[in-house]
Structures are given as structure tokens and as C-alpha cells.
């Protein structure tokens, strides 16, 4: 198993290149790249050339961007103004497509395989007028990301408009070429991780890995929560292709955490992983 972190642990940071570099020297190859202005100005040139020369330097992969969620947010605060390609309102839905694509031009100087994106902001109602939005804001962001080598992989939430059940009706009415990113701890405050994966399975490309008590979004360490891990593995190996596993942890304090504990965290991922992966194979 790839171990990949999301830097979403130090949103409220900014991404230096000697955080990256003890993300390597924790002997994690790769990370998902969270897009915030405090984080990550992903509009800026000069912080895109040095996160090309961090990742280089310290020999790590990009696997994906998230996409921006909220655009000036302050420094220790994650409450900005809210992004939402499924606006039913035109002008605010055409200003968060710009700004969607501004960090997908990010991989015309640093290439990645994935953006995932969220299709709204906060807890939101199925309102038929807000998936025609969002089909219009993908179909258009769609093109845009293939041209840039990219693959869209939208992520379920906890509410009616990105559940698992949700999502997979609107990609099998709409046929838009996008594929999916299955957040775990979404899922089990939804509905529970293996009904949530099984409808998405096959469109799946990457796994946000963090846990919960099934109440809310607490993104702790797997095995901290209430997740039955043995069973979401289980439901994993069922995958057409075994996506790659992003973990997605929160931070407990201010400051940086230790990279201890995510170590810890991955090798004990990595012990779900070879357990049920021996089982599936024995079931064949």
C-alpha cells in the first residue's frame, strides 16, 4: 500500500518545504495537496514554483489537489467566503468555476493525476436546481481538467446533495467523465462506509481514510473511531482496482502534530490492508 497524506492536518499552516520535508523523512512518498490561501496559494506562481521545487527536493509525489472550499479564509480560521460550483445563482456559480480552475492550473507547472472537489458548500438539500448547476459547472470543469491531464474525482459528503446515493443517480443520468473520491468518514456518518462504497465502487480513484464516532466529521486515525475497518477493506477489495488510500487526519492542537502518530496511523491502515487483502485472495 502507497501511503499518502493529505496536508489538510496543517490547513490552517502554511506548506513549507520543511513540513515536506519531514513528511519524507516520516517515509510517506506522496501527498494530496490541500488547496486554501493560508495553506496553499494555488493562485500564485511564485508558491506554485516552490511547491515544484519542495516536492522535487524531497523526492515526494503529488496525488491530487483538493479543491478550494472558501476563498479568504483568514490565518487560523477556517470560515471564509464558501465555493460552490452547485450555486443556482449563474455569476457566483461562473466566479467558483474561475476559481476552481485556477488550481487546476497548478498541473501546467506541477503535473497530478487528481482534483477532488466538492460539489457544494456545507450541509446541503438535493434541490434539482442545484444538481443542473453543478452538471453545468463539471461538464465545463470536465473539459478544462482532461486538457490539463487531470481527472475530477468528486467527493461524497454527509447531506442530501453529495451522499453516496445521490451521487451515483447523478452520474448515471448525467454521463459526465468524472470519476469519484469515497470519503470514509463521510460515508459512516451517512450511511455506513460499505453501503456508501458499493454504489460508488466503480467509478472510484482514491480513498480519503480517517475515522469517527458516526456522528460527526472528526477525521481521527482509523481504529479511533467507530468504523468497522475489517469491513470497509473488505468492501475496498471488491473495487474494480484497488484506489489509492489518502489519509485525512484533522489537527487535535494548535501547532504541528508529530508525524509519529500519522506513522502509526499507516501502519496500522497497512495491517487492515494485508489482513483483509489475504482474506479476499483465500475467498478466491
Avoid at 481504529?223 to 473495487?239: K, M, P, R, T, V
Avoid at 487535535?252 to 487492515?272: H, N, Q
Wanted: negative net charge.
Amino acid at each position: 500500500m502507497r501511503r499518502i497524506l493529505s496536508t489538510y492536518r496543517w490547513v490552517n499552516h502554511p506548506l513549507t518545504p520543511m513540513l515536506l520535508g519531514e513528511i519524507a523523512k516520516a517515509e510517506i512518498p506522496a501527498v494530496e495537496v490541500f488547496c486554501a490561501a493560508v495553506h496553499f496559494e494555488y493562485r500564485s506562481g511564485e508558491a506554485v514554483r516552490d511547491l515544484a521545487s519542495a516536492l522535487s527536493e524531497h523526492r515526494l509525489g503529488l496525488h491530487a489537489l483538493h479543491s478550494p472550499t472558501e476563498r479568504d479564509a483568514m490565518s487560523g480560521h477556517q470560515a471564509g467566503m464558501p465555493i460552490s460550483i452547485c450555486d443556482p445563482e449563474r455569476i457566483r456559480r461562473i466566479d467558483a468555476v474561475d476559481e476552481v480552475k485556477r488550481a487546476l492550473e497548478v498541473a501546467e507547472r506541477i503535473p497530478f493525476p487528481f482534483l477532488v472537489q466538492h460539489i457544494g458548500s456545507g450541509r446541503q438539500s438535493a434541490d434539482p436546481r442545484k444538481l443542473d448547476a453543478a452538471f453545468a459547472s463539471l461538464e465545463n470543469l470536465a473539459i478544462f481538467a482532461k486538457h490539463r491531464g487531470v481527472t475530477i474525482a468528486i467527493e461524497n459528503k454527509p447531506d442530501e446533495l453529495s451522499s453516496p446515493t445521490s451521487l451515483h443517480q447523478f452520474i448515471q443520468e448525467t454521463h459526465l467523465p468524472v470519476k469519484f473520491c469515497f470519503d470514509t468518514g463521510h460515508a459512516h456518518i451517512e450511511g455506513g462506509v460499505e453501503a456508501g462504497f458499493e454504489l460508488m465502487r466503480d467509478r472510484v480513484v482514491t480513498v480519503h481514510v480517517h475515522d469517527n464516532h458516526g456522528d460527526k466529521d472528526e477525521h481521527l486515525p482509523p481504529a479511533e473511531g467507530s468504523i468497522d475497518w475489517d469491513a470497509a477493506f473488505a468492501a475496498f477489495a471488491n473495487a474494480p482496482e484497488m484506489p489509492a488510500l489518502v489519509m485525512e487526519l484533522k489537527e487535535k492542537a494548535p501547532g504541528m502534530p508529530a508525524l509519529d502518530e500519522i506513522r502509526v496511523a499507516f501502519d496500522r491502515l497497512e495491517t487492515f490492508a494485508d489482513k483483509n487483502g489475504e482474506a479476499h485472495a483465500d475467498a478466491r
